[in-house]
T-cell receptor, first 115, second 112 residues
Framework: DGGITQSPKYLFRKEGQNVTLSCEQN?????MYWYRQDPGQGLRLIYY???????QKGDIAEGYSVSREKKESFPLTVTSAQKNPTAFYLC??????????????FGEGSRLTVL | SQKIEQNSEALNIQEGKTATLTCNYT??????LQWYRQDPGRGPVFLLL?????KEKRKERLKVTFDTTLKQSLFHITASQPADSATYLC???????????FGAGTRLFVKA
């Protein structure tokens, strides 16, 4: 079955450590996205990528980094520079606008807690 | 700055009634608007998309309206069921088509 897979589901980190969240999709989607969700708040865009080897900053990119070396994969690194990293992280993908309806497909999320 | 507003208070309704959720936006000219459902601890799931030149879209018990003059969308669930209890998110896409921005969502509780 096609889908989008995030791992790990739960992650604990000590302050000062970098962590990498995995996101893999087998939907043959062009675009991939990372969002952050805090309690009672909407999804805020961290980074997005329209094609391999290219990505753009979203609204809250500071303290995060990404790579897009393969179409299927878009890992997110939460660096020690991110001041408040405890949150629920969601990865999403979709076809390019001219090829699809614009619907976003989401993974099940990764919950990061900084101890 | 661009802003999407959804009712921050939870909506409580009785089973069988119609739930109506509101999404208002400012400083934005979306090419289309989407509604998603999110259950606790899960990723959002796409429900409906409506384009700027459409006034209404239906899918089974769901109906969405889009008024670009009022800068508002209404999301209706008819004959609501307890299984409809979830958070519903409104999302907008601009003409550029690359970024989707989300509202904070409205929590819906349907009582049996």
């Amino acid at each position: 079955d096609g889908g989008i897979t995030q791992s790990p589901k739960y992650l604990f980190r000590k302050e000062g450590q970098n962590v990498t969240l995995s996101c893999e999709q087998n939907l043959n989607h062009d675009a991939m996205y990372w969002y952050r969700q805090d309690p009672g708040q909407g999804l805020r865009l961290i980074y997005y990528s329209q094609i391999v080897n290219d990505f753009q900053k979203g609204d809250i990119a500071e303290g995060y980094s990404v790579s897009r070396e393969k179409k299927e994969s878009f890992p997110l690194t939460v660096t020690s520079a991110q001041k408040n990293p405890t949150a629920f992280y969601l990865c999403a993908s979709r076809l390019r606008r001219e090829r699809g309806t614009g619907e976003l497909f989401f993974g099940e999320g990764s919950r990061l807690t900084v101890l | 700055s661009q802003k999407i507003e959804q009712n921050s208070e939870a909506l409580n309704i009785q089973e069988g009634k119609t739930a109506t959720l509101t999404c208002n936006y400012t400083n934005y000219s979306p090419a289309y608007l989407q509604w998603y459902r999110q259950d606790p601890g899960r990723g959002p799931v796409f429900l409906l998309l409506i384009r700027e030149n459409e006034k209404e879209k239906r899918k089974e018990r769901l109906k969405v309206t889009f008024d670009t003059t009022l800068k508002q969308s209404l999301f209706h669930i008819t004959a609501s069921q307890p299984a409809d209890s979830a958070t519903y998110l409104c999302a907008l896409d601009g003409a550029g088509g690359f970024k989707t921005i989300f509202g904070a969502g409205t929590r819906l509780f349907v009582k049996a």
